[in-house]
T-cell receptor, first 116, second 113 residues
Framework: DSGVTQTPKHLITATGQRVTLRCSPRSGDLSVYWYQQSLDQGLQFLIQYYNGEERAKGNILERFSAQQFPDLHSELNLSSLELGDSALYFC???????????????FGPGTRLTVL | AQSVTQLGSHVSVSEGALVLLRCNYSSSVPPYLFWYVQYPNQGLQLLLKYTSAATLVKGINGFEAEFKKSETSFHLTKPSAHMSDAAEYFCAVGSGNTGKLIFGQGTTLQVKP
């Protein structure tokens, strides 16, 4: 158990819908990262938040957005869902900002999103 | 730009045999390198991390990796495979001024009895 929790574990929805994925980082960790894992794209970095502020952005679609709240939990919002958005979405957390990739990231169990 | 290449999407070994999973990286700055393991229907678990303190890094479950700058490699090894090692393994490099990790495509390790 990494100490990172994600809810829900599974999500099945229809095209065009909007969903929210939730992540609680390990106690004391200030950074939260979101990754998408799919068969064709592999593991792709989406976005990082550090202490409530957006720190880095990766291959995140405009239909997707995220935020980190004062209690440091984070939510990833996916809207206007398409079939291709079906994937496993991981949240990870680390102690600090991770500058230079120095911080160890601890991963949650993931949320499996299926868009029908 | 940093990148990671894992050679071989599938590796099959017999129980008790040497495990060798290959990873080559590209980085314009001294890299931070990681190996993660993903068991079926689970998240990623850190096996080991290279931070330039030592070129041979020991991790959990008997795994180790050697950083070779001249070869830009960070291969993962284990002397004797166990059935429980069957999983997907990912090599990753830390990126620039953020905590972003860039992952390789992964290698699925099969262990035969």
């Amino acid at each position: 158990d990494s100490g990172v929790t994600q809810t829900p574990k599974h999500l099945i929805t229809a095209t065009g819908q909007r969903v929210t994925l939730r992540c609680s980082p390990r106690s004391g960790d200030l950074s939260v990262y979101w990754y998408q894992q799919s068969l064709d794209q592999g593991l792709q970095f989406l976005i990082q938040y550090y202490n409530g502020e957006e720190r880095a952005k990766g291959n995140i679609l405009e239909r997707f957005s995220a935020q980190q709240f004062p209690d440091l939990h984070s939510e990833l919002n996916l809207s206007s869902l398409e079939l291709g958005d079906s994937a496993l979405y991981f949240c990870a957390s680390s102690v600090a900002s991770g500058r230079g990739g120095t911080d160890t990231q601890y991963f949650g169990p993931g949320t499996r999103l299926t868009v029908l | 730009a940093q990148s990671v290449t894992q050679l071989g999407s599938h590796v099959s070994v017999s129980e008790g045999a040497l495990v060798l999973l290959r990873c080559n990286y590209s980085s314009s700055v001294p890299p931070y390198l990681f190996w993660y393991v993903q068991y079926p229907n689970q998240g990623l678990q850190l096996l080991l991390k290279y931070t330039s303190a030592a070129t041979l890094v020991k991790g959990i479950n008997g795994f180790e990796a050697e950083f070779k700058k001249s070869e830009t490699s960070f291969h993962l090894t284990k002397p004797s495979a166990h059935m429980s090692d069957a999983a997907e393994y990912f090599c990753a490099v830390g990126s620039g001024n953020t905590g972003k990790l860039i992952f390789g495509q992964g290698t699925t390790l099969q262990v035969k009895p």
